[in-house]
């Protein structure tokens, strides 16, 4: 399920949709930062995986509606808001698959005037900081993982500890407390007990519960913004190669030609496809060079979203900190509203013979 509160729209898309639209966004798109899908994996299927892919899923769809570009797309807006099966629409409605380059028309001059000259400088640093960033949110999202982990199974601990000091209230009561009206008041302090370990596992379980949406899931959202930028960088690296020194040996040699044979009796229409060849790849070599431009302007455009992404980690230990704070107080007033029913129970050894 997709909602779209901004266009106020839910929509059913299965997995083959979320792959279909990455292939698309990576023909259209392929020198923007486009994030990753979560595996589909062919097999079993248990709660916990689909759970996870859900959240993949989910993370892949939100990093799209954020990036300045990639959410006003007119596939991505089909995609949001098409009530119809989107398998349907697609084969009636075929994308146009054409790069961003190509679709519209910009102005190279101003392109080029936004571009530090020292770009490959900023690439340089910026891929070296990507690596090593990856890598570290790779690991706190396995420490945050396993601290919640381990919260759960706290959570767990004060629920069994609650259920059996109830046991052994009930136990009490059954075999000895009703000939002691002081040991009454000793089970009456377990069943108080018992009663906020409860509390306190129902907080952690909720603490639990926003730690896994919240913390994680920015860590996690952040990790694959770097990933996205990673394989930017690498498919960059692999299609942006223009033909451009190709083309500039074949114009020097062709006009060389046409230079040596212009004029010969003979030798006209030769001179003429060669003069058209010219032109071809003149045309071409500023396409090239315009591309190559508009690439540089990507990257620096990436670079720049990527970098004001440090105010969502600023956001993300803001908000951290906040739920802990919130989650604290709340087991810290638990406990003191437990303080007193316990020093109620007797605890001097002369009360009891």
């Not at 792959?19 to 798109?29: F, H």
């Not at 349907?88 to 961003?100: F, I, L």
């Not at 890598?135 to 420490?143: K, S």
């Not at 394989?231 to 033909?243: V, Y």
Request: some cysteine; proline content about 3%; aromatic content about 10%.
């Amino acid at each position: 399920i997709v909602t779209n509160e901004k266009r106020s729209s839910i929509v059913l898309r299965r997995y083959s949709d979320f792959w279909w639209l990455l292939e698309i966004l990576t023909k259209r798109y392929p020198f923007r930062a486009l994030p990753n899908l979560p595996p589909k994996k062919l097999g079993g299927r248990d709660a916990t995986f689909l759970e996870k892919r859900r959240k993949g899923l989910s993370r892949f769809i939100n990093a799209i509606i954020r990036h300045p570009v990639l959410r006003k797309d007119e596939v991505v807006s089909r995609f949001l808001t098409e009530p119809s099966e989107l398998s349907a629409w697609r084969k009636q409605n075929p994308p146009n698959t054409d790069e961003e380059f190509k679709r519209k028309v910009y102005n190279m001059t101003e392109l080029d005037q936004m571009v530090p000259a020292n770009l490959d400088e900023h690439l340089s640093k910026a891929r070296k900081r990507v690596t090593a960033g990856i890598n570290h949110y790779v690991n706190l999202c396995f420490i945050m993982e396993r601290m919640i982990r381990r919260m759960h199974g706290q959570a767990t601990d004060f629920s069994r500890y609650s259920i059996a000091l109830n046991s052994l209230a009930e136990a009490e009561l059954r075999y000895h407390a009703g000939e002691c009206r002081n040991c009454q008041y000793v089970v009456k302090g377990y069943e108080n007990v018992a009663k906020h370990m409860q509390s306190e596992s129902s907080l952690l379980e909720d603490q639990v519960g926003s730690a896994t949406d919240g913390v994680l899931e920015n860590l996690k959202k952040f990790r694959d913004l770097l990933v996205s930028f990673r394989d930017l960088d690498e498919r960059r690296g692999k299609i942006s190669t223009a033909q451009m020194d190709v083309i500039t040996k074949r114009l020097q040699s062709n006009r060389t030609r046409i230079h040596e044979i212009k004029g010969v009796p003979g030798l006209e229409s030769e001179v003429e496809k060669l003069e058209e060849s010219v032109r071809t790849d003149e045309a071409e070599l500023l396409h090239q060079q315009d591309r190559q431009t508009f690439i540089k302007y990507c990257m620096w455009s990436e670079m720049t979203y990527l970098h004001k992404q440090q105010a969502f980690v600023s956001s993300l230990y803001q908000s951290f900190v906040k739920d802990s704070i919130h989650f604290s107080k709340l087991r810290a007033e638990n406990w003191q509203d437990l303080e007193s029913p316990t020093f109620d129970m007797p605890a001097n050894v002369d009360l009891f013979e």
